[in-house]
């Protein structure tokens, strides 16, 4: 927190920002010096106002810039000389409209190198801190902001605003918010590592429109999420600006699937909008994590307690099965129609006492581990405000998590105020209180998986560097090289020769002991089933010499006419689950692996999981437990189920090699078969692509 600052372009005009800006300032009660700069006035707010930079009494430890970009950096290259070196340029007008101001941020961004300034912007909403003894809002919000343990960072100002004018009338309290603006040079990672030690923060909300340093951002986040929780809502989820890949990994590789994985590896629980990332953020704040995910609903309406029993299953939650000996208590309380399984619907009747006798009953229950209560205004001598206060006492022994659904008018009977002072946090709909409910779970789930994981380190392989074969024109990496690497990080490929002769591959099909399939192997042929290039169920030999004849014949046009067709005979891997294992090089995240349910549809079902290279084992199951089709990996329909702990290995491995492995643009298996046999996946169609 500066112990002064200065203002350069505060003003007298009534709705400009420099006025803005000195108004909000002095309203949160700012205990710091504060230096206006305007070279047309002499007093502004009972301040005395400096006539430029170097009037100044003393050196500011914050400067703030409210200035029209043309004037910009010279006020920058002035406070530089001042021996100012923390600035806030609010000012736009500069890299985030393209063109000339590109440049003119480039020239900021020089200044700033050159005086070793930290600066915050340009194109910012700037920052407050609202922590005990401090009470600074260098912002132009019109709203006096809540104090509270939540800090957010916002890219966009203008959200940051209108999120302060929304959080008033909540019990949102905020310990710190900062708009990053164009983030010329202090950025997130800066950020968050300042909130890393900051004991007035205790969850952290952000909006991301763009991820800055991955890799740093990444270390610090996991760093954060051991102790505190960080949520997100990034912004583009669209598959617009695709481009087209000659790989499956390539064509299913949408920045936002990548953006999602990379986030889960950071450990941060990403959010679909802003309403959800506050409705989470002010549980996490209030609440203790769950042990579990078994929920325990209590209710005097059924209507209300189906809809959050039907939210909680599709959150991943469950319904807590109560003990019977919670059943009998419960019996001896509540009238005959009551239901005293879970949801626990105590019926209309309920007034303040029976909440109180309900939920004393249930807390006490080993299998529940938290607690939605859905009050609907009762129709007998009882208010909300009524039971808040009746079950205060339990409240302050309970330390597993109460969310309460108030589905009641906002009067001063609807017991808004008195959940707030017990840190209960109240939603009007079961739907956004299950959801808040299942970040308490996913929060508590992160720190389980951190706590278990280890760091994978990957080291490039300087002597065996993948090239690409005559296939130049797609870089396509021969598949005998394809095959000897993958064998090398223990990544099994079907049996196989690779040859061009007709007596090499008719010597295999006999030494083989089931039926063999044969593709064309040349690098320049890159999908086989789209051009009829692979031949199934072949058992004999007269079957093997016809199906040669008709792949020369098919492959001969695909070729430059001075290449043979290369022919791949493989042991024919039969039955099992078939997967797919993918990675790509990308431009901002470096080395991507994908995951999920492959064959020939694998672009069509889409049941893929994406993250960042190299992973570890835990992180390589979890991409596993992120496929939409369970079913399928645990056994259906007579087929084996995949060893999750097996595959996992495979997953990690895989991603080692494209780890180290920097030459490598785009690599599929697709598919692997899983065979239960050898408890392994056996990669069957292999291409690699290299630089």
């Given at each position: 927190?500066?112990?002064?600052?200065?203002?350069?372009?505060?003003?007298?005009?009534?709705?400009?920002?420099?006025?803005?800006?000195?108004?909000?300032?002095?309203?949160?009660?700012?205990?710091?010096?504060?230096?206006?700069?305007?070279?047309?006035?002499?007093?502004?707010?009972?301040?005395?106002?400096?006539?430029?930079?170097?009037?100044?009494?003393?050196?500011?430890?914050?400067?703030?810039?409210?200035?029209?970009?043309?004037?910009?950096?010279?006020?920058?290259?002035?406070?530089?000389?001042?021996?100012?070196?923390?600035?806030?340029?609010?000012?736009?007008?500069?890299?985030?409209?393209?063109?000339?101001?590109?440049?003119?941020?480039?020239?900021?961004?020089?200044?700033?190198?050159?005086?070793?300034?930290?600066?915050?912007?340009?194109?910012?909403?700037?920052?407050?801190?609202?922590?005990?003894?401090?009470?600074?809002?260098?912002?132009?919000?019109?709203?006096?902001?809540?104090?509270?343990?939540?800090?957010?960072?916002?890219?966009?100002?203008?959200?940051?605003?209108?999120?302060?004018?929304?959080?008033?009338?909540?019990?949102?309290?905020?310990?710190?918010?900062?708009?990053?603006?164009?983030?010329?040079?202090?950025?997130?990672?800066?950020?968050l590592e300042y909130l890393y030690t900051d004991p007035n923060t205790h969850v952290i909300a952000m909006y991301l429109e763009s991820i800055d340093q991955p890799e740093i951002f990444r270390n610090i986040c996991r760093k954060i999420t051991a102790v505190k929780p960080i949520l997100a809502v990034k912004a583009g989820r669209t598959e617009s600006g695709l481009r087209a890949a000659s790989s499956h990994t390539g064509a299913l590789a949408n920045p936002e699937y990548i953006v999602d994985g990379f986030l889960k590896q950071c450990g941060i629980i990403r959010k679909n909008n802003m309403k959800e990332l506050f409705d989470s953020a002010r549980v996490l704040t209030y609440q203790d994590l769950p042990k579990s995910s078994h929920i325990a609903v209590v209710t005097n309406a059924g209507g209300p307690s189906t809809i959050a029993s039907d939210a909680i299953e599709k959150a991943g939650l469950e319904l807590a099965r109560l003990s019977k000996r919670t059943s009998r208590k419960l019996k001896k309380i509540l009238p005959v129609e009551a239901s005293v399984e879970?949801?626990?619907?105590?019926?209309?009747?309920?007034?303040?006492?029976?909440?109180?006798?309900?939920?004393?009953?249930?807390?006490?229950?080993?299998?529940?581990?938290?607690?939605?209560?859905?009050?609907?205004?009762?129709?007998?001598?009882?208010?909300?405000?009524?039971?808040?206060?009746?079950?205060?006492?339990?409240?302050?022994?309970?330390?597993?998590?109460?969310?309460?659904?108030?589905?009641?008018?906002?009067?001063?009977?609807?017991?808004?105020?008195?959940?707030?002072?017990?840190?209960?946090?109240?939603?009007?709909?079961?739907?956004?209180?299950?959801?808040?409910?299942?970040?308490?779970?996913?929060?508590?789930?992160?720190?389980?998986?951190?706590?278990?994981?280890?760091?994978?380190?990957?080291?490039?392989?300087?002597?065996?560097?993948?090239?690409?074969?005559?296939?130049?024109?797609?870089?396509?990496?021969?598949?005998?090289?394809?095959i000897e690497l993958l064998e090398s990080y223990d990544i099994k490929c079907a049996p196989n020769i690779i040859s061009a002769a007709e007596e090499n591959i008719c010597r295999f099909q006999k030494s083989a002991h089931d039926s063999i399939v044969l593709k064309i192997a040349n690098e320049q042929i890159i999908h086989k089933t789209e051009t009829g290039l692979l031949k199934l169920n072949i058992n004999t030999k007269d079957e093997l010499l016809s199906a040669m004849d008709e792949l020369k014949t098919k492959a001969n046009p695909f070729l430059p006419a001075d290449v043979k067709p290369l022919f791949l005979a493989q042991q024919q891997v039969k039955g099992g689950v078939e997967l797919v294992l993918g990675g790509k090089r990308d431009s901002q995240f470096g080395p991507v692996i994908m995951v999920g349910i492959g064959g020939i549809f694998v672009e069509v079902l889409k049941d893929v999981s994406f993250k960042i290279a190299p992973v570890n084992a835990y992180e390589a199951k979890e991409m596993l437990s992120e496929l939409r089709s369970q079913a399928l990996l645990n056994g259906f329909r007579g087929q084996p189920p995949v060893d999750r702990d097996a595959f996992g290995y495979t997953i990690q491995q895989f991603s080692l090699l494209l780890a180290e492995h920097p030459e490598i643009v785009e690599i599929d298996l697709n598919p692997l078969i899983w065979a239960e046999s050898q408890n392994k996946a056996i990669a069957v169609d292999i291409r690699a692509k290299v630089k």
């Open positions: 927190s500066p112990a002064s600052v200065c203002i350069v372009g505060a003003s007298r005009k009534e709705n400009s920002l420099g006025k803005a800006m000195l108004n909000i300032m002095q309203q949160m009660d700012y205990r710091g010096k504060i230096y206006p700069v305007n070279p047309n006035a002499d007093v502004i707010n009972d301040l005395q106002v400096y006539p430029s930079i170097n009037a100044l009494p003393e050196i500011p430890d914050l400067a703030i810039v409210l200035l029209p970009f043309q004037m910009v950096a010279d006020a920058l290259e002035q406070l530089g000389k001042f021996g100012i070196k923390n600035v806030v340029i609010i000012s736009a007008g500069f890299r985030e409209i393209g063109g000339e101001g590109i440049e003119r941020e480039k020239e900021l961004i020089k200044i700033k190198e050159k005086y070793h300034l930290n600066l915050l912007g340009p194109n910012c909403m700037g920052f407050f801190n609202t922590a005990p003894g401090t009470s600074f809002n260098g912002t132009f919000s019109p709203t006096v902001p809540n104090p509270g343990n939540i800090a957010f960072i916002s890219q966009s100002g203008a959200l940051g605003v209108g999120i302060m004018e929304l959080a008033v009338d909540t019990d949102l309290g905020f310990s710190l918010f900062v708009s990053t603006g164009n983030k010329s040079d202090i950025n997130d990672n800066d950020i879970n949801p626990v619907d105590m019926i209309a009747s309920a007034d303040h006492n029976t909440y109180h006798d309900a939920l004393e009953i249930i807390i006490e229950d080993d299998a529940v581990d938290a607690v939605l209560l859905i009050i609907v205004r009762p129709p007998v001598n009882t208010t909300p405000r009524k039971i808040a206060q009746t079950i205060e006492a339990l409240i302050y022994n309970c330390a597993k998590p109460i969310i309460a659904i108030v589905m009641s008018r906002n009067d001063n009977e609807s017991g808004l105020k008195d959940f707030k002072r017990l840190n209960i946090p109240v939603f009007k709909y079961p739907d956004d209180a299950v959801r808040a409910m299942a970040t308490l779970w996913e929060y508590q789930k992160i720190q389980q998986r951190f706590r278990r994981s280890e760091t994978i380190v990957s080291t490039r392989k300087m002597g065996q560097t993948l090239i690409s074969g005559r296939g130049a024109e797609n870089n396509q990496v021969p598949l005998k090289n394809l």
